[in-house]
Protein backbone atom coordinates (compact mmCIF):
# COMPACT_ATOMS: atom_id res chain seq x y z
CA UNK A 1 0.00 0.00 0.00
CA UNK A 2 1.51 3.68 -1.49
CA UNK A 3 -1.27 5.95 -0.17
CA UNK A 4 0.30 9.22 0.57
CA UNK A 5 -0.21 10.33 4.02
CA UNK A 6 1.76 12.66 4.64
CA UNK A 7 0.35 15.57 3.28
CA UNK A 8 -1.12 17.65 6.26
CA UNK A 9 -4.96 16.60 5.71
CA UNK A 10 -6.26 19.96 7.44
CA UNK A 11 -4.13 22.44 5.45
CA UNK A 12 -4.92 20.13 2.46
CA UNK A 13 -8.27 20.95 3.07
CA UNK A 14 -8.05 24.67 2.66
CA UNK A 15 -5.98 24.85 -0.25
CA UNK A 16 -8.36 22.71 -2.03
CA UNK A 17 -11.04 25.51 -0.54
CA UNK A 18 -9.16 28.36 -2.05
CA UNK A 19 -8.77 26.52 -5.36
CA UNK A 20 -11.87 25.51 -6.06
CA UNK A 21 -13.09 28.55 -4.50
CA UNK A 22 -11.16 30.40 -7.45
CA UNK A 23 -12.84 27.72 -10.09
CA UNK A 24 -16.18 28.44 -8.54
CA UNK A 25 -15.76 32.36 -8.66
CA UNK A 26 -13.24 32.93 -11.35
CA UNK A 27 -14.23 29.84 -13.76
CA UNK A 28 -12.75 31.87 -17.08
CA UNK A 29 -9.27 31.57 -14.74
CA UNK A 30 -5.64 30.07 -16.12
CA UNK A 31 -5.59 26.62 -14.25
CA UNK A 32 -3.78 23.39 -14.39
CA UNK A 33 -6.54 21.56 -15.64
CA UNK A 34 -9.05 22.20 -18.34
CA UNK A 35 -12.76 23.04 -17.20
CA UNK A 36 -16.27 24.03 -18.28
CA UNK A 37 -17.74 23.07 -21.48
CA UNK A 38 -14.33 22.05 -23.43
CA UNK A 39 -13.46 19.63 -20.60
CA UNK A 40 -17.14 18.45 -21.03
CA UNK A 41 -17.19 17.76 -24.64
CA UNK A 42 -13.25 15.89 -24.26
CA UNK A 43 -14.96 13.50 -21.67
CA UNK A 44 -17.63 12.44 -24.18
CA UNK A 45 -20.34 13.67 -22.22
CA UNK A 46 -23.59 14.30 -24.11
CA UNK A 47 -23.42 16.86 -26.08
CA UNK A 48 -27.06 17.47 -26.63
CA UNK A 49 -27.67 17.33 -22.94
CA UNK A 50 -24.21 19.57 -22.28
CA UNK A 51 -25.53 22.53 -24.78
CA UNK A 52 -28.79 22.46 -23.45
CA UNK A 53 -27.76 23.50 -19.38
CA UNK A 54 -27.11 27.11 -18.60
CA UNK A 55 -23.46 27.90 -18.47
CA UNK A 56 -23.54 28.41 -14.75
CA UNK A 57 -24.18 24.75 -14.52
CA UNK A 58 -20.90 23.58 -17.01
CA UNK A 59 -18.11 26.44 -16.41
CA UNK A 60 -17.04 25.46 -13.11
CA UNK A 61 -17.38 21.60 -14.06
CA UNK A 62 -13.50 20.87 -13.00
CA UNK A 63 -13.66 16.65 -13.11
CA UNK A 64 -11.55 14.03 -14.93
CA UNK A 65 -13.32 11.68 -16.53
CA UNK A 66 -17.08 10.83 -17.20
CA UNK A 67 -18.39 8.76 -14.69
CA UNK A 68 -21.58 7.90 -16.60
CA UNK A 69 -19.72 5.98 -19.18
CA UNK A 70 -19.56 3.19 -17.18
CA UNK A 71 -23.19 2.15 -16.56
CA UNK A 72 -26.26 4.97 -17.58
CA UNK A 73 -27.90 5.81 -14.51
CA UNK A 74 -31.86 4.39 -14.61
CA UNK A 75 -35.27 6.11 -13.80
CA UNK A 76 -35.59 6.45 -10.05
CA UNK A 77 -32.53 6.18 -8.78
CA UNK A 78 -31.15 7.95 -6.09
CA UNK A 79 -27.63 9.10 -6.10
CA UNK A 80 -25.19 10.83 -4.48
CA UNK A 81 -22.40 12.98 -5.74
CA UNK A 82 -19.42 13.06 -3.31
CA UNK A 83 -17.77 16.34 -4.20
CA UNK A 84 -20.27 17.73 -6.56
CA UNK A 85 -18.50 21.17 -6.96
CA UNK A 86 -20.67 23.63 -9.49
CA UNK A 87 -23.41 20.83 -9.64
CA UNK A 88 -22.18 19.86 -13.02
CA UNK A 89 -22.70 16.22 -12.82
CA UNK A 90 -25.57 16.15 -10.42
CA UNK A 91 -27.81 17.96 -13.24
CA UNK A 92 -26.73 15.03 -15.46
CA UNK A 93 -28.00 13.25 -12.68
CA UNK A 94 -31.25 14.72 -12.55
CA UNK A 95 -31.98 14.27 -16.25
CA UNK A 96 -30.77 10.53 -16.31
CA UNK A 97 -33.23 9.60 -13.15
CA UNK A 98 -36.28 11.96 -13.66
CA UNK A 99 -38.38 13.13 -11.57
CA UNK A 100 -38.93 9.79 -9.35
CA UNK A 101 -35.32 9.91 -8.96
CA UNK A 102 -33.02 11.84 -6.39
CA UNK A 103 -29.79 13.47 -6.75
CA UNK A 104 -27.73 14.80 -3.59
CA UNK A 105 -24.42 16.51 -4.24
CA UNK A 106 -22.54 17.37 -1.18
CA UNK A 107 -19.31 19.54 -1.35
CA UNK A 108 -17.45 21.88 1.18
CA UNK A 109 -16.61 24.52 -0.55
CA UNK A 110 -18.99 27.75 0.21
CA UNK A 111 -18.71 29.08 -3.27
CA UNK A 112 -19.36 25.88 -5.14
CA UNK A 113 -22.44 25.50 -2.96
CA UNK A 114 -23.76 28.60 -3.73
CA UNK A 115 -23.19 28.20 -7.50
CA UNK A 116 -24.80 24.69 -7.43
CA UNK A 117 -28.04 26.06 -5.41
CA UNK A 118 -27.98 28.98 -7.67
CA UNK A 119 -28.40 27.11 -10.51
CA UNK A 120 -30.84 24.42 -9.16
CA UNK A 121 -33.14 28.21 -8.65
CA UNK A 122 -33.35 28.59 -12.10
CA UNK A 123 -33.93 25.13 -13.56
CA UNK A 124 -36.15 24.42 -10.73
CA UNK A 125 -35.56 20.59 -10.53
CA UNK A 126 -37.48 19.18 -7.35
CA UNK A 127 -35.47 16.07 -6.81
CA UNK A 128 -31.90 18.03 -6.88
CA UNK A 129 -30.29 18.93 -3.47
CA UNK A 130 -27.31 20.45 -2.32
CA UNK A 131 -25.91 19.88 1.35
CA UNK A 132 -22.42 21.05 2.50
CA UNK A 133 -20.43 18.53 4.27
CA UNK A 134 -17.01 16.69 4.07
CA UNK A 135 -16.63 13.44 2.11
CA UNK A 136 -15.67 12.26 5.21
CA UNK A 137 -18.40 12.39 7.36
CA UNK A 138 -21.34 12.44 4.66
CA UNK A 139 -24.53 14.44 5.43
CA UNK A 140 -26.65 11.22 4.51
CA UNK A 141 -28.02 8.30 5.71
CA UNK A 142 -27.13 4.73 6.16
CA UNK A 143 -28.44 3.04 2.92
CA UNK A 144 -29.86 5.58 1.01
CA UNK A 145 -28.15 5.44 -2.12
CA UNK A 146 -28.53 3.55 -4.82
CA UNK A 147 -25.94 4.91 -6.54
CA UNK A 148 -22.78 7.21 -5.66
CA UNK A 149 -20.44 8.84 -7.89
CA UNK A 150 -17.99 11.07 -7.95
CA UNK A 151 -15.74 12.85 -10.06
CA UNK A 152 -11.74 14.45 -9.46
CA UNK A 153 -12.33 14.19 -6.22
CA UNK A 154 -10.95 11.70 -3.96
CA UNK A 155 -7.90 12.27 -5.22
CA UNK A 156 -7.91 15.83 -3.56
CA UNK A 157 -9.13 13.56 0.44
CA UNK A 158 -6.02 12.19 2.35
CA UNK A 159 -7.98 9.40 3.76
CA UNK A 160 -9.36 7.93 0.57
CA UNK A 161 -9.96 4.28 3.34
CA UNK A 162 -12.48 6.91 5.49
CA UNK A 163 -14.27 8.37 1.99
CA UNK A 164 -14.69 4.79 1.08
CA UNK A 165 -16.21 3.63 4.32
CA UNK A 166 -18.48 6.55 4.00
CA UNK A 167 -19.63 5.62 0.37
CA UNK A 168 -20.24 1.61 1.70
CA UNK A 169 -22.52 3.06 4.35
CA UNK A 170 -24.92 5.59 2.32
CA UNK A 171 -25.39 3.30 -0.53
CA UNK A 172 -28.27 0.09 -0.23
CA UNK A 173 -26.93 -3.51 -0.47
CA UNK A 174 -26.13 -4.09 -3.65
CA UNK A 175 -25.83 -0.12 -4.79
CA UNK A 176 -23.19 1.04 -6.62
CA UNK A 177 -20.15 3.17 -6.60
CA UNK A 178 -18.78 4.53 -9.76
CA UNK A 179 -16.12 7.41 -9.57
CA UNK A 180 -13.98 9.23 -12.08
CA UNK A 181 -10.33 9.62 -10.79
CA UNK A 182 -6.39 9.52 -11.03
CA UNK A 183 -4.10 7.43 -10.70
CA UNK A 184 0.08 7.44 -11.33
CA UNK A 185 1.94 4.96 -12.87
CA UNK A 186 5.26 5.99 -11.85
CA UNK A 187 5.54 6.48 -7.99
CA UNK A 188 5.41 10.43 -6.94
CA UNK A 189 9.20 11.37 -4.65
CA UNK A 190 8.47 11.99 -0.86
CA UNK A 191 9.31 15.92 -1.68
CA UNK A 192 6.28 15.57 -4.48
CA UNK A 193 3.66 14.30 -2.19
CA UNK A 194 4.16 17.04 -0.24
CA UNK A 195 3.31 19.74 -2.20
CA UNK A 196 -0.11 20.70 -2.02
CA UNK A 197 -0.03 22.60 -5.27
CA UNK A 198 0.22 19.16 -7.00
CA UNK A 199 -2.44 17.88 -4.90
CA UNK A 200 -4.84 20.84 -5.60
CA UNK A 201 -3.85 20.58 -9.34
CA UNK A 202 -4.85 16.56 -8.94
CA UNK A 203 -1.86 14.93 -9.72
CA UNK A 204 -0.61 14.33 -6.81
CA UNK A 205 -3.32 12.62 -4.82
CA UNK A 206 -3.90 9.70 -7.15
CA UNK A 207 -2.95 6.61 -6.00
CA UNK A 208 -1.33 3.87 -8.37
CA UNK A 209 -3.99 1.39 -9.57
CA UNK A 210 -3.45 -1.75 -7.70
CA UNK A 211 -3.51 0.63 -4.44
CA UNK A 212 -7.45 2.06 -5.41
CA UNK A 213 -8.74 -1.19 -5.82
CA UNK A 214 -7.48 -3.02 -2.17
CA UNK A 215 -8.63 0.34 -0.68
CA UNK A 216 -11.87 -0.01 -2.31
CA UNK A 217 -11.69 -3.88 -1.49
CA UNK A 218 -10.29 -3.11 2.08
CA UNK A 219 -14.01 -0.86 2.37
CA UNK A 220 -15.72 -4.06 1.55
CA UNK A 221 -16.55 -3.35 -2.51
CA UNK A 222 -16.83 -5.83 -4.94
CA UNK A 223 -16.61 -6.81 -8.21
CA UNK A 224 -14.44 -3.88 -9.20
CA UNK A 225 -13.76 -2.57 -12.78
CA UNK A 226 -11.74 -0.20 -14.16
CA UNK A 227 -11.79 1.49 -17.63
CA UNK A 228 -9.55 2.61 -20.41
CA UNK A 229 -6.97 6.10 -19.34
CA UNK A 230 -8.24 9.24 -20.09
CA UNK A 231 -6.00 11.67 -21.27
CA UNK A 232 -7.34 14.17 -18.57
CA UNK A 233 -4.19 16.66 -18.99
CA UNK A 234 -3.28 16.24 -22.13
CA UNK A 235 -3.22 20.39 -23.46
CA UNK A 236 -3.38 21.60 -20.06
CA UNK A 237 -1.16 23.29 -17.89
CA UNK A 238 -0.97 20.21 -15.54
CA UNK A 239 0.19 18.04 -18.59
CA UNK A 240 4.33 18.53 -18.04
CA UNK A 241 3.54 16.55 -14.11
CA UNK A 242 1.00 14.23 -15.55
CA UNK A 243 3.67 13.23 -17.77
CA UNK A 244 6.25 13.30 -15.32
CA UNK A 245 4.53 10.74 -13.20
CA UNK A 246 1.97 9.13 -15.89
CA UNK A 247 -1.23 10.08 -14.22
CA UNK A 248 -4.02 9.20 -16.27
CA UNK A 249 -7.95 9.97 -15.05
CA UNK A 250 -10.00 6.25 -15.05
CA UNK A 251 -13.54 5.64 -14.19
CA UNK A 252 -13.36 2.53 -11.73
CA UNK A 253 -16.96 1.19 -10.39
CA UNK A 254 -17.51 -1.63 -7.69
CA UNK A 255 -20.91 -2.51 -5.72
CA UNK A 256 -21.70 -3.08 -2.34
CA UNK A 257 -22.50 -6.67 -1.74
CA UNK A 258 -26.17 -7.54 -1.87
C1 LIG B 1 -11.92 18.93 -8.84
S1 LIG B 1 -13.38 19.63 -8.15
C2 LIG B 1 -14.56 18.56 -8.88
C3 LIG B 1 -15.96 19.02 -8.69
C4 LIG B 1 -17.02 18.22 -9.47
N1 LIG B 1 -17.02 16.83 -9.09
C5 LIG B 1 -16.81 18.37 -10.93
O1 LIG B 1 -16.61 17.35 -11.60
O2 LIG B 1 -16.82 19.50 -11.42
C6 LIG B 1 -13.27 19.08 -6.49
C7 LIG B 1 -14.44 19.44 -5.57
O3 LIG B 1 -14.39 18.56 -4.43
C8 LIG B 1 -14.63 19.29 -3.26
N2 LIG B 1 -13.93 18.56 -2.18
C9 LIG B 1 -12.64 18.20 -2.12
N3 LIG B 1 -12.37 17.52 -1.00
C10 LIG B 1 -13.54 17.43 -0.30
C11 LIG B 1 -13.91 16.85 0.94
N4 LIG B 1 -13.02 16.22 1.70
N5 LIG B 1 -15.19 16.96 1.34
C12 LIG B 1 -16.10 17.64 0.57
N6 LIG B 1 -15.81 18.20 -0.62
C13 LIG B 1 -14.55 18.11 -1.06
C14 LIG B 1 -14.08 20.67 -3.54
O4 LIG B 1 -14.68 21.62 -2.72
C15 LIG B 1 -14.40 20.85 -5.02
O5 LIG B 1 -15.64 21.48 -5.21
Avoid at 3 to 14: C, G, I, P, Y
Avoid at 41 to 52: H, I, K, Q
Wanted: charged fraction near 25%; glycine fraction near 12%.
Amino acid sequence: MTEATSVDAQALRAEVREKYREVALEPGGSFHFHTGRKLAALLGYDGELVDGLPDRAVESFAGVGNPFSVRRLAPGERVVDLGSGGGFDCFVAAAAVGPAGRVIGVDMTPEMLAKSRGTKELLEPDHVEFREGLLEELPIEDGWADVVISNGVINLCADKKTVFSEAFRVLRPGGILQFADIANGKPLPSAAVCEIDLWTGCIAGGLPLDDWCSTLQAAGFENLSISSPIDAFGGSGGEQNARAYDVFAYVFRGTKPA
